[in-house]
């Protein structure tokens, strides 16, 4: 089940393998939302669940000790919460929802335009939470941020999106439909965006009508504990949205209570196969998005200076810790001068959290897994072409740009999701072997090829097993009207998130039929006839 399976997963998920360090117990925890703990001994920030409005310490009454990434040092207490909390948190957003669906939808979007200019407003603190809890240079935290407020911004535009449509289907019979909050709805979420994966739900949810209640990874809650309060100061209701920390025991409460209409979740495949399952059980709607293995195709009449930038972009950028992330790049034919242009360029990234630096990952659980593909390719035969080992030997969870060539196309490296900055370069001897490499992946987020040719473009774009496709593009996100969502085993659920997806997904639709009959004539029945 999800115990098990939470607890044991290899990379989006929080696991429960990382020492952790308890709060002391001569310690106060009693410190709402951010506040550093009074205990001069430790001197963590604690953070609580957002429920009802207020910061309030879980029921269970457990705290454990986040480690700085880029330090190894301990710097915060996070509750752990249990089933009673997230029960709470329903009872208080059933309570609310009545009056927030009751409000117009231009009513509500107020809220997110004013959530909008206070996260401008707070943008460095923000950023600063996430470069501490994640480890991200600061120019990707702000990056993120401002990636985040694009589907803030979409959500906005709700009015002009949400009108229904009637239409007289028959003499004097008209159809309309319209759109209804699915009530409450839960969200749980990855570590590796704590401000944009939020906000790929969070606000499309509330505008549509919807009470929220999220849960952010156990690794990094900070952001999102700070973000509730920017909510409140916009003036969202108590209850409206709501922030529950915890591990799996929150996970299975939020899949099974009855008074949850829809999950999302963003994380593994295994535990995303495993909540939209649990969910479809409970008869409540799901999506679940699981984990990647993207493929970025070279072609020789590639831009090799564009190329290989956007390349080494693209698998050290958050240090690799992104499901668009480049993990295999396939080269058509031999092409030296772009793989030692790609070498030179990611030998060259420094370790740091300053603007052009790659910065840590996670934890140490993830540092030891990505060490463990490395040694492992190394004893297959694979070539270590660049060797990011030798970054572990400083203080906290550093891994290097490593690329591996393979000539095995079973290798694990080049079957497994690594999540790090680690390249497996295969090469293929025609453009028909390249996209047969990519279509056996069984993961199906995104896809890429590089060229300067329209015709191949066009050729790989039809032919990738893919739900995001790049044409020199090693990210291909799409933005807003567009949905995020890939393919296979990379998505549990029949819609996309963010965009479009994201707000079929938050709302049902009720079809109304009317006839209205001609006024009866006097002394002929009544005007119900």
Not at 117 to 128: A, C, H, R, T, Y
Not at 437 to 453: D, K, L, R
Request: with cysteine.
């Amino acid at each position: 089940g999800i115990n098990a399976e939470y607890m044991g997963t290899h990379n989006r998920m929080d696991s429960s393998s990382l020492a952790f360090r308890r709060l002391s117990a001569s310690c106060a925890v009693s410190s709402l939302g951010l506040q550093a703990n009074s205990c001069a001994s430790t001197n963590l920030t604690v953070v609580n669940n957002y429920i009802g409005g207020k910061h309030v310490p879980p029921s269970t009454g457990r705290y454990e000790t986040l480690i700085n990434c880029a330090t190894a040092e301990p710097h915060a207490s996070i509750a752990i919460s249990g089933a009673k909390d997230v029960d709470a948190a329903v009872r208080a957003a059933v309570a609310v929802f009545p009056a927030w669906n009751r409000s117009t939808v231009k009513n509500r979007v107020q809220f997110i335009f004013k959530f909008r200019e206070l996260v401008l407003k707070n943008m460095d603190e923000l950023s600063n939470l996430i470069v501490r809890e994640h480890g991200k240079t600061k120019s990707e935290a702000i990056g993120e941020i401002q990636k985040g407020l694009e589907t803030v911004e979409w959500a906005s535009s709700l009015p002009q999106l949400v009108q229904g449509k009637i239409l007289e289907v028959s003499a004097g019979v008209y159809c309309h439909e319209v759109r209804e909050p699915m009530g409450v709805v839960a969200s749980i979420m990855p570590f590796n965006f704590p401000f944009m994966v939020p906000m790929w739900t969070i606000p499309i949810a509330l505008a549509a009508g919807n009470c929220v209640i999220v849960k952010p990874s156990e690794k990094v809650p900070l952001t999102l504990s700070r973000t509730m309060d920017l909510f409140k100061e916009a003036g969202v209701p108590d209850g409206v949205v709501q922030l529950v920390i915890g591990k799996e025991e929150v996970v299975n409460a939020i899949c099974d209570h009855r008074n949850i209409s829809a999950v999302s979740f963003v994380g593994s495949s295994r535990v995303a196969e495993l909540v939209a399952k649990r969910c479809r059980g409970h008869c409540k709607r799901a999506l679940a998005l699981g984990a990647a293995k993207n493929h970025l195709v070279a072609l020789p009449d590639c831009n090799i200076d564009m190329c290989s930038s956007d390349i080494v972009s693209s698998f050290t950028g958050c240090c690799g810790q992104r499901c668009m992330a480049a993990s295999v790049l396939v080269l058509v034919k031999e092409q030296k001068e772009l793989l030692d242009l790609i070498i030179k360029k990611a030998a060259a990234l420094k370790p740091g959290q300053k603007s052009g630096e790659l910065g840590p990952v996670i934890d140490k659980a993830a540092q030891e897994r990505i060490l463990s593909y490395i040694n492992q390719s190394e004893k297959e035969g694979v070539q270590v072409l660049l060797d990011g080992r030798g970054w572990t030997k400083q203080k906290g969870f550093w891994v290097g740009p490593t690329v591996l060539l393979h000539k095995n196309r079973n290798d694990i490296a080049l079957r497994e999701e690594i999540f790090g900055p680690v390249l497996s370069v295969i090469v293929a001897n025609s453009r028909e072997e390249a996209v047969e490499i990519e279509n056996s992946s069984p993961f199906g987020n995104a896809a890429c090829v590089y060229t300067t040719v329209g015709a191949n473009a066009d050729w790989f774009t039809q032919r990738f097993h893919a739900g995001m496709v790049g044409v020199n593009i090693g990210v291909p996100v799409p933005r807003e009207p567009f949905s995020f969502g890939g393919w296979n085993t990379s998505r549990y659920g029949d819609l996309d998130i963010t965009g479009e997806g994201g707000l079929e997904f938050f709302t049902k639709r009720k079809k109304i039929t009317t006839k209205w009959n001609p006024p009866a004539k006097k002394g002929h029945g009544d005007w119900m006839s």
